[in-house]
């Protein structure tokens, strides 16, 4: 098994295509779920949505969720806490990343593909902020 | 502990891009061995995408690719084909 993945957005589609550009990098070896828009199909988050993410990646090995702006936080936690009501083991099985969604989750994905614990998997995520989308010849990473 | 070394020439036109870096990291993923990529003074653990990516490696570069431990000559054998078949995505 590997750490699952929930992308929450504010757009169903943004959502889907974050879904379509990790699940390339994961080669099939991890569950992720998009996570998209309200019920009613406009833009916005979704409790229930987003519950119903975290039930299809579910796995052993923990649920990564990444949002794509901060507003996002809240539906998502409620969902978590609808989810992990009553198991009182999972309370380090789900962790909410404050990684740049795209990066975050491409990132992500190739670390769970290999099989690392959800703690490594979010470490590298959260670290996706420092990667240059240009390398310039005098930078000095 | 067994370590192997090999010096790795990017010849794929568009270097450690998201793919390729994908497949390096989870074809490096396979080994047990401490695998790290070497580019000038910046270095790499070949199993951490963020890692490789960072590098920023592009085509004509020459990294130092070093493994150290049992399967530390299978691993650079590997990684070694695997940038030289251009990872198998040829434009």
Redesign the interface.
Known sequence: MTVGLVIVSHSAQLAEGVVELAG??A?GKVAIAAAGGTAAGALGTSVEKILAALHVVDGPDGILVLLDLGSAVMATEMAIEAFTEGREDFQDHIIISSAPLVEGA??AA??S???NSLHEVAE?AA??C???KV?SQN?Q? | MPVAEAYLVIKNKVGLHARPARLLVQTAAQFQSRIQLQQGEKSANAKSIIGVLKLGAVFGDVLVLRAEGEDAEKAVKTLTELVDRKFDEEE
């Open positions: 390339q990098m080669q491409v990132i190739v670390e593909s290999i099989g590298a670290e996706a420092t990667l240059p390398h930078s990473d």
